[in-house]
């Protein structure tokens, strides 16, 4: 059969992913505070667009002034001023389906069904309140903490006074993290101001001696050897005691006491002195300011045994379009451009405050019904966890699992036991012995602490006693998987927790 072109009509469906489409999506996925900066950005760019209640969003930070920026070339500049002394969518369709008809913020969830109430308290509003306050407010008065950079860089004017290696003095203390170590490697830091890493190195001996002792190592070990080097301890044996860290971990005195060349009074006299060294030197300086977690969703146990699921309004930005402005610029529109442009941020506006709406509904939509999947968990504890997946609440609530995944992404609810990221609940299955009905990761996780928690120094479990154990529960599960939950968890082998114990009792006589 000879090949030939050929003109063919052929109907199909797609979904074309619209860059208002894309941007909803995106928007499931973000957490409270990356959504308040983007409808920020929206604000400032949108003028049909205003904020409901100005006092109940932050204003929109743009940051302090950033690290010193210098390249070689910068620090070239440097070295001429230092040798002259010189000192110089909308929504698409395809997300429309799911929600038809809903307008719910409080879902009431029986243990034993799936009704809701009708709605209680507001929709997408924010607490009201505000501070009258002068043209600065209370804020300005505050003074921050000292910050371990501010503390280093006032001691680096005094002790350096050549310009450029005070420029790689900087470097090296931008490159210093919040608990006090050097996160930069030294080469990489040469390599980028076009020096040989032998000058770096000589700057960084000095700001290891800054205060406090031990800041700017490059790992534990020098941390410690700087500090009983101020303290002139730093002999022979107490270097092997540092260098072999790992043993001092095991409290294999043992091998420490072999390799130290001491006797049993000395290693416990060194290794006392070590545990009074502190491994974190910065972390009495005040770091960047921790954020706290806020929580999307709040569970309440009603006094009927059934569980309210509600919204944070305070996690919901509220956004109106003002339509009178609207009118008036449309009306004041002289050409097509401008006509163009009027459409465009209506389009945007319209997109934005449906999106916002859709994003609401599907978070207490997906919450509702982890909710209703793990009532044991809520109801009596962690030990009652049910396995769960993402498909089974895709299934249950009419969505795609991509979404449902997107939802639980940086999301949180707090209840009476805690406050807890959604992705939490979700958790694989351990098969149960018999006929019996699964249980949960996380559950087994936690029975599998207990138990280490519990043990006698006498009677410390090996990984093969907890399988038995568990299987005695009523739990199917492998050596390799207990062994796995247990690092997980951070709890070291049973060789290293029996050592530890007979330790501490020795200790306590």
């Not at 031990?214 to 790992?219: I, L, M, Q, Y």
Request: net charge negative; charged share 25%.
């Amino acid at each position: 059969m000879a090949m030939m072109p050929r003109m063919e009509l052929r109907q199909g469906q797609s979904l074309v992913m619209t860059p208002q489409l894309l941007q909803a999506i995106k928007l499931l996925q973000l957490s409270h505070l990356e959504l308040q900066n983007f409808v920020e950005g929206e604000l400032e760019r949108n003028p049909l667009l205003e904020r409901d209640d100005a006092a109940d969003v932050p204003p929109h930070a743009n940051g302090g002034d950033g690290p010193l920026a210098a390249d070689a070339d910068s620090f070239a500049r440097a070295e001429s001023l230092n040798s002259q002394d010189g000192m110089e969518t909308r929504l698409g369709t395809a997300l429309d389906n799911v929600f038809q008809g809903e307008q719910p913020t409080v879902a009431r969830l029986d243990t034993h069904g799936a009704d809701s109430l009708p709605v209680i308290g507001g929709a997408y509003g924010g607490s009201g309140g505000s501070f009258e306050e002068g043209p600065e407010g209370f804020e300005s008065s505050l003074t921050a903490e000292a910050s371990l950079h501010d503390h280093l860089g006032a001691q680096l004017d005094l002790a350096i006074t050549d310009l450029a290696e005070r420029i790689i003095g900087q470097h090296l203390i931008d490159a210093v993290d919040d608990s006090g170590y050097l996160g930069e490697p030294v080469g990489e830091i040469a390599e980028r101001l076009g020096i040989t890493s032998a000058r770096v190195e000589r700057v960084l001996a000095v700001i290891q001696g800054f205060d406090p002792s031990g800041v700017a190592a490059r790992d534990v070990c020098e941390c410690l050897s700087i500090q009983l080097r101020d303290r002139n301890r730093f002999d022979p044996a107490m270097q092997a005691l540092v260098s072999n860290l790992h043993l001092v971990a095991k409290r294999d005195f043992a091998a420490l006491k072999r390799i130290c060349g001491v006797d049993d009074e000395d290693i416990a006299d060194m290794v006392a002195e070590i545990r009074r060294l502190d491994p974190k030197p910065g972390r009495a300086f005040g770091g960047s300011t921790a954020e706290t977690v806020v929580p999307d969703v709040f569970i309440r146990a009603a006094p009927d045994g059934s569980w309210l699921v509600d919204l944070n309004p305070d996690t919901l930005p509220r956004v109106l379009i003002n339509q009178t402005y609207h009118a008036r610029v449309s009306r004041a529109a002289r050409n097509d451009v401008e006509k163009a442009f009027i459409a465009e941020c209506l389009q945007t506006a319209n997109w934005l405050t449906r999106s916002l709406e859709q994003r609401a509904r599907t978070i207490l939509k997906v919450a509702s019904e982890i909710v209703r999947q793990q009532d044991g968990f809520f109801a009596h504890g962690v030990e009652h966890l049910r396995p769960l997946n993402l498909k089974t609440v895709a299934d249950a609530i009419g969505m795609h699992e991509s979404t449902v995944s997107r939802v639980t992404s940086n999301k949180y609810l707090t209840c009476s036991r805690g406050v807890f990221e959604m992705k939490y609940f979700f958790s694989a299955a351990i098969a149960a012995t018999g006929y019996g009905e699964a249980h949960s990761a996380e559950a087994v996780r936690f029975r599998i602490k207990q138990m280490i928690d519990d043990e006698k120094p006498a009677e410390v479990l090996s990984d093969d006693a907890i399988v038995s154990k568990l299987k005695d529960g009523g739990i199917d599960i492998a050596r390799r998987t207990v062994a796995k939950y247990r690092e997980s968890l951070r709890i070291p082998s049973s060789m290293e927790r029996r050592r530890e114990k007979v330790a501490m009792a020795a200790g306590g006589r």
